[in-house]
T-cell receptor, first 117, second 112 residues
Framework: GAGVSQSPRYKVAKRGQDVALRCDPI?????LFWYQQALGQGPEFLTY????????KSGLPSDRFFAERPEGSVSTLKIQRTQQEDSAVYLC???????????????FGAGSRLTVL | GQNIDQPTEMTATEGAIVQINCTYQ??????LFWYQQHAGEAPTFLSY??LDGLEEKGRFSSFLSRSKGYSYLLLKELQMKDSASYLC?????????????WGLGTSLAVNP
């Protein structure tokens, strides 16, 4: 597609519920990143994929968070047994090559805003 | 550790010039990015510096000094639509680490 598409844009979940957030990156983009952004903060790294390989998941805050990109394109971020502290905007970004640069721009989706009640 | 500092908030007047500073302390350096983020929207790419000096792109310019760990984003002829958060991010690759280290963002309010 023309840009990075994320769905749902807004999700309200009850505490303890499982949620799945989808990211559809720009076609052909090798690298895919998930970030968590709290209100008034910068993005916090969660995990990184190069094609279907998850090369870095050091930012995932707990084992309740799981991400996959089985065919190297669409990615899903799953949060099990959601807690109130999981409330945030979850941003997905992709770039054509391995390393974001000025010529290999990291392009963000609009994000999925998760509210856990 | 890895640290990026930028002012939390700035205010400027329409038509004026504003400079948003960013200082960084990272274990490595492979480039610095500036992104603009309007409320509720995706961050959008503004500029990238990997060598010292000034990069000019229309009304926006970005400067880098690697020896000082310092960058600034210069916005000229401010318009109301420039009211947004401006995020500074550093690529501090080490091996397979491709994370960008992000600042907290500078919220710029442009007043008429």
């Amino acid at each position: 597609g023309a840009g990075v598409s994320q769905s749902p844009r807004y999700k309200v979940a009850k505490r303890g519920q499982d949620v799945a957030l989808r990211c559809d990156p720009i076609s052909g983009h090798v690298s895919l990143f998930w970030y968590q952004q709290a209100l008034g903060q910068g993005p916090e790294f969660l995990t990184y994929f190069q094609n279907e390989a998850q090369l870095d998941k050091s930012g995932l805050p707990s084992d309740r968070f799981f991400a996959e990109r089985p065919e190297g394109s669409v990615s899903t971020l799953k949060i099990q047994r959601t807690q109130q502290e999981d409330s945030a905007v979850y941003l997905c970004a992709s770039s054509l090559g391995e390393h974001p640069t000025g010529a290999n721009v990291l392009t963000f989706g609009a994000g999925s805003r998760l509210t856990v009640l | 550790g890895q640290n990026i500092d930028q002012p939390t908030e700035m205010t400027a007047t329409e038509g004026a010039i504003v400079q948003i500073n960013c200082t960084y302390q990272t274990s490595g350096f492979n480039g610095l990015f500036w992104y603009q983020q309007h409320a509720g929207e995706a961050p959008t790419f503004l500029s990238y510096n990997v060598l010292d000096g000034l990069e000019e792109k229309g009304r926006f310019s970005s400067f880098l000094s690697r020896s000082k760990g310092y960058s600034y984003l210069l916005l000229k002829e401010l318009q109301m639509k420039d009211s947004a958060s401006y995020l500074c991010a550093v690529r501090a690759d080490a091996g397979n680490n491709r994370k960008l280290i992000w600042g907290l963002g500078t919220s710029l309010a442009v007043n008429p």
